[in-house]
Each structure stands twice: as C-alpha cells, then as structure tokens.
C-alpha cells in the first residue's frame, strides 16, 4: 500500500507532463511577434524583423506562401467599407476580410485585414488564392492564429 501511495503522489506530476506535450503539438510556435500558427495546418513562419516592425510569412511545405503579415505601429492599409467580403475570427475576436486586386492577375482572389494587436501596433493580413477552395482553406488557417498580446481589437 505504501508503494501505491508514493506513485500515487506522482500522478498529478505525470498528468501535468501529458498536458504539456499536447498542448505544445497544438501549435506551431510564434517567431519574433509573428502569431502561433494551428499545427494542423502544415505552415510554418518566414521571419523579418527590427525594433519598428514584424515581417511574417507563412509558408507550405512546398516553400509557396498561404498568407503575411506585418506588425508595425502604422500601416498603409486603409480598408474600405465597399471593400468587404468575408466576415470571420482571429484569435476570437470579429473581423472583415476585404477584397483586393493584383495587377495583370484578374482571377488571383486577395484578401487583406487590419488589426490592432496592443502595444500601439497593426497587423496588416493579407493572402492571394488562386481558386475559391484555396480561398477557403486560407480563410480558415488564419482563424485560427494566436497572437502573443491576445488583445485584438475588431477592424474598421
């Protein structure tokens, strides 16, 4: 009984370890101020960065990217209210995608976001698809992204 009684006083030790292992295969891990990216999306963060900004591209396995974004204190993305398309999450909190053009490249979907994210900052978010699913696959990584402050606010 004794033998039993001192394995037992390990248990929570062992149940807390278990957590932690899982909840470090949840998500990939943030780079400089860059998000925590779901695992189960394959992607992984290209950094940049200085004392003024965050430069973070997520890329698939094929080096392609999915989606950027840049943390700055200002950004030179000014969303337009006749711009709107989806409405969506990110880290929990309500925000609008809105539609964008590429030059020369008509059937490329952009979408693009903004952000505050505390700490005075922006992020701007923006992604190219080249068909609807991708759209939608893209759409759906973003959402789940984790930023360090946690402190989103909704966009204009």
Known sequence: MKSWGKSHRALPWLCFLLVLSANAQEAAPAQG????????TGL????????????????????SEAFGLYIASKSPFEPKRSDRAEAATIDGKPIHWY???????????????LLEVGNGKMAHIWMQASSPEQLKEVLGQTEGLRFPSTRLSVNK
């Open 33 to 40: 101020n860059c998000p925590m990216l779901p695992a189960d």
């Open 44 to 63: 992984r963060w290209e950094y940049r960065g200085n004392a003024d900004s965050d430069f973070c591209r997520a890329l698939r396995a094929d080096g």
């Open 99 to 113: 539609r964008g053009e590429l030059a020369g490249k008509p059937n490329v979907q952009v979408r693009e976001t």
